[in-house]
């Protein structure tokens, strides 16, 4: 009886990117999985022990795919030795790896994702954990009178965290309020008591409160003890659990210091309240903003120094490999260094990009031959950019002098705060850079007239 042979050629393990298995090779999965009880691609549990995609498993059985997630899918089903499972006369002689049908390009997703503008849905499969700051958020709310404050440059997932901060207080129990403060209208600005009679009356709404503001708002008493009174007597005595005042975007006060100065410093009180007066202990205040600017603010007298102080950071290379994975996606590293090399770690860039490979747009040479360009995917959004660098000459002056230098370089601290609140910059110790390769070219051309 004739015994069958696997002849392996000479290969570096080392140098080997992707393999496929052989014909006796999927013979010998196939049965291992039966005996797991799992079907071919649809078993949920095969994919998630071997920390792949569901489309990696299907393009197991047909094509090539990258080695580790071979190994990964061959020992979720028990079979360690997987050299015996591998195609090997599919190699080169000189021990160099099928190329993928797709050449130098990506394979494109079997999976398409949401469209990236706006916060990921706390429901989402394609939101990115940026450990540990949703841990130390997640524990921090749990805490008698928490203050979280939220800061990051625009478009990096502020509010997609704010999200999941509420969603995880909503299943303790928590009452919950999120109020975006970008939607007052100008004239609730003018002046403190307006701004204290908005807000409460936005909190009694979203609490479908029957005592209004206006039924026990005292003129003798002042704007920030009525408010008070308000918040302890209508919102916190009457309730068992916890109470989370979510505010998002709090930077649209910041130059209103007619109304804003007295607000935040209300704030600031009702977390020292929670020290030592017990009702007040419910309270659980979570910030986000943008800026660092807080042009006239007293920050002793506001709630941004104290607290949790949370800074959202870019994705790592990992990261951006988990969100392709989800994806659909296997890409080899080099093709991950592409894009990033181009736009960095951005959560905003990295989705828009993802996406629009998702829908088979452009290739990923393509994208980024155009990245910076207004045939680009990124135009609506460096236009936008640029729109508002016009309108601020002193800003725009600033920028210029950032994308042309040869390396990091010092601005003043206020130009440098608001180029970093808009996601244009990035800090290097006392110093700012662009923060990536995409911004530095196109506003490299844009501004060149600027003076």
Same mark, same amino acid.
């Given at each position: 009886?004739?015994?069958?042979?696997?002849?392996?050629?000479?290969?570096?393990?080392?140098?080997?990117?992707?393999?496929?298995?052989?014909?006796?090779?999927?013979?010998?999965?196939?049965?291992?999985?039966?005996?797991?009880?799992?079907?071919?691609?649809?078993?949920?549990?095969?994919?998630?022990?071997?920390?792949?995609?569901?489309?990696?498993?299907?393009?197991?059985?047909?094509?090539?795919?990258?080695?580790?997630?071979?190994?990964?899918?061959?020992?979720?089903?028990?079979?360690?030795?997987?050299?015996?499972?591998?195609?090997?006369?599919?190699?080169?002689?000189?021990?160099?790896?099928?190329?993928?049908?797709? $050449?130098?390009?990506?394979?494109?997703?079997?999976?398409?994702?949401?469209?990236?503008?706006?916060?990921?849905?706390?429901?989402?499969?394609?939101?990115?954990?940026?450990?540990?700051?949703?841990?130390?958020?997640?524990?921090?709310?749990?805490?008698? $009178?928490?203050?979280?404050?939220?800061?990051?440059?625009?478009?990096? $997932?502020?509010?997609?965290?704010?999200?999941?901060?509420?969603?995880?207080?909503?299943?303790?129990?928590?009452?919950?309020?999120?109020?975006?403060?970008?939607?007052?209208?100008?004239?609730?600005?003018?002046?403190?008591?307006?701004?204290?009679?908005?807000?409460?009356?936005?909190?009694?709404?979203?609490?479908?409160?029957?005592?209004?503001?206006?039924?026990?708002?005292?003129?003798?008493?002042?704007?920030?003890?009525?408010?008070?009174?308000?918040?302890?007597?209508?919102?916190?005595?009457?309730?068992?659990?916890?109470?989370?005042?979510?505010?998002?975007?709090?930077?649209?006060?910041?130059?209103?210091?007619?109304?804003?100065?007295?607000?935040?410093?209300?704030?600031?009180?009702?977390?020292?309240?929670?020290?030592?007066?017990?009702?007040?202990?419910?309270?659980?205040?979570?910030?986000?903003?943008?800026?660092?600017?807080?042009?006239?603010?007293?920050?002793?007298?506001?709630?941004?120094?104290?607290?949790?102080?949370?800074?959202?950071?870019?994705?790592?290379?990992?990261?951006?490999?988990?969100?392709?994975?989800?994806?659909?996606?296997?890409?080899?590293?080099?093709?991950?260094?592409?894009?990033?090399?181009?736009?960095?770690?951005?959560?905003?860039?990295?989705?828009?990009?993802?996406?629009?490979?998702?829908?088979?747009?452009?290739?990923?040479?393509?994208?980024?031959?155009?990245?910076?360009?207004?045939?680009?995917?990124?135009?609506?959004?460096?236009?936008?950019?640029?729109?508002?660098?016009?309108?601020?000459?002193?800003?725009?002056?600033?920028?210029?002098?950032?994308?042309?230098?040869?390396?990091?370089?010092?601005?003043?601290?206020?130009?440098?705060?608001?180029?970093?609140?808009?996601?244009?910059?990035?800090?290097?110790?006392?110093?700012?850079?662009?923060?990536?390769?995409?911004?530095?070219?196109?506003?490299?051309?844009?501004?060149?007239?600027?003076?």
């Amino acid at each position: 009886m004739a015994v069958a042979v696997v002849i392996k050629p000479m290969v570096n393990l080392a140098s080997l990117r992707s393999v496929k298995a052989s014909e006796e090779g999927l013979k010998r999965v196939d049965r291992a999985r039966k005996r797991m009880g799992w079907s071919k691609t649809r078993s949920k549990t095969w994919w998630l022990q071997a920390n792949v995609s569901q489309a990696t498993l299907r393009r197991f059985w047909k094509q090539p795919i990258s080695l580790d997630g071979f190994i990964s899918i061959c020992k979720a089903v028990g079979i360690e030795d997987w050299q015996e499972i591998v195609d090997w006369s599919a190699l080169e002689e000189d021990g160099a790896e099928l190329e993928s049908k797709a $050449g130098e390009e990506p394979l494109l997703p079997a999976i398409v994702g949401e469209f990236p503008e706006g916060p990921v849905p706390v429901n989402s499969d394609f939101y990115i954990d940026r450990a540990p700051i949703e841990a130390r958020c997640y524990d921090a709310i749990l805490r008698p $009178g928490a203050l979280i404050r939220i800061k990051s440059p625009r478009h990096m $997932g502020k509010t997609s965290l704010l999200y999941r901060v509420c969603d995880l207080a909503e299943k303790q129990g928590y009452r919950v309020v999120r109020l975006n403060l970008s939607k007052i209208d100008a004239t609730v600005l003018s002046n403190l008591d307006r701004l204290l009679r908005w807000f409460c009356a936005c909190i009694s709404l979203e609490l479908k409160l029957t005592t209004q503001p206006k039924d026990m708002w005292n003129l003798d008493r002042g704007s920030i003890v009525n408010c008070t009174t308000f918040i302890q007597e209508q919102v916190l005595e009457p309730i068992q659990q916890p109470f989370v005042l979510a505010l998002d975007e709090v930077d649209w006060l910041f130059d209103a210091l007619a109304a804003s100065q007295g607000f935040f410093s209300m704030l600031r009180s009702w977390h020292e309240e929670a020290k030592t007066i017990e009702v007040w202990e419910k309270l659980r205040l979570v910030v986000v903003h943008s800026t660092e600017d807080y042009g006239r603010l007293d920050l002793n007298h506001s709630p941004f120094n104290v607290g949790l102080p949370v800074e959202l950071p870019e994705f790592t290379a990992q990261q951006v490999e988990d969100l392709l994975k989800r994806y659909g996606l296997d890409w080899h590293q080099n093709w991950v260094q592409r894009l990033m090399a181009t736009v960095g770690g951005h959560p905003y860039l990295v989705r828009l990009a993802i996406d629009e490979l998702a829908w088979q747009k452009v290739t990923l040479t393509q994208l980024l031959q155009q990245a910076a360009t207004d045939a680009g995917i990124y135009t609506d959004h460096l236009r936008r950019h640029l729109k508002k660098l016009q309108e601020r000459p002193e800003l725009a002056k600033a920028f210029r002098q950032v994308v042309m230098a040869p390396e990091p370089l010092q601005l003043d601290t206020m130009q440098a705060y608001k180029l970093y609140s808009m996601g244009l910059v990035k800090k290097i110790g006392d110093q700012v850079g662009p923060r990536c390769r995409l911004y530095q070219e196109y506003f490299q051309t844009r501004l060149a007239g600027e003076c």
